[in-house]
């Protein structure tokens, strides 16, 4: 009897490898939805430190509003600085020959003491402002900064307008032919260093940055709250694995001593 015929190339099941990836492939379709990801669970993806607080939008209004209260503020002690610079700059005596107004002392420098004066009270005004503007608005803010800037610079323009404008007559000739010939009279109040109108905002800054750097409250440090779900993370990629090839079935046929010595006879 002929034994049965089986094919020569057909793998046995008990060598197929039945390996199955422990993840699916990306592309294909998990349990956990159509596309198998972000899973269905409702975790935010970026989870935040203090419960359920959520960042709000910036109110424009109030900044802007709250500017302009530091800047009024500021600006306004501006006419107290025009008054005190006018009571405490030196004075610049001149006198009248008939002809043309001369300096009574020629090696005065009455006009540098008017300046350095304006100077010096507008770095005062400036640190008091800065102090006053830090202890009322403690928790500070870009509008509250530049409202002091702002208003010191303004307030140093009033200072100096209510000084020149409250002091003596710029018109020095016809001051000079009412007073008379040979009478001291003093010169107007000026200011010619134009650049102490920026010593109160300048000060302001630098007291206030001072005064923020060691006195401000301190915002706390991020911690995260154990209450909350870790952020879902993407399944690592994995290519599935190939099964392994099956051996072939039919086996060479051994060679009988037999046929070895009929071969060796038949040489």
Avoid: C
Avoid at 44 to 64: I, K, L, N, Q, R
């Amino acid at each position: 009897m002929t034994p049965p015929l089986t094919p020569p190339h057909q793998p046995s099941s008990e060598n197929v490898s039945h390996d199955v990836p422990e993840h699916p492939h990306p592309e294909q379709p998990a349990p956990g939805g159509p596309a198998g990801w972000p899973p269905r669970h409702p975790v935010p993806p970026y989870p935040y430190a203090y419960g359920d607080a959520e960042p709000t939008a910036p109110d424009v209004a109030g900044e802007v509003r709250r500017g302009a209260l530091v800047l009024l503020a500021v600006a306004v002690p501006g006419i107290l600085l025009g008054l005190l610079w006018l009571w405490l700059a030196p004075r610049i005596p001149l006198v009248s020959d008939g002809s043309a107004v001369l300096l009574k002392e020629t090696e005065g420098e009455g006009a540098v003491g008017a300046d350095g004066t304006f100077a010096l009270l507008a770095a005062a005004f400036g640190a008091v402002s800065a102090t006053a503007v830090f202890l009322l608005r403690r928790e500070g803010g870009v509008s509250v900064v530049v409202g002091l800037a702002l208003g010191g610079l303004l307030g140093s323009v009033l200072g100096w307008g209510t000084g020149t404008l409250l002091g003596p007559t710029h018109d020095v000739v016809a001051h000079a032919k009412a007073v008379g010939e040979g009478v001291t009279f003093d010169a107007p109040l000026e200011l010619q260093a134009y650049g102490a109108l920026l010593v109160w905002p300048v000060a302001a800054m630098f007291v206030h940055l001072a005064l923020t750097a060691l006195f401000a409250p301190r915002e706390p440090e991020a911690v995260w709250d154990p209450g909350l779900p870790a952020a879902p993370q993407a399944p690592p990629r994995h290519e599935p694995r190939r099964a392994a090839p099956a051996p072939d079935p039919a086996p060479p046929r051994a060679r009988t001593q037999g046929g070895d010595r009929s071969g060796a006879a038949t040489g």
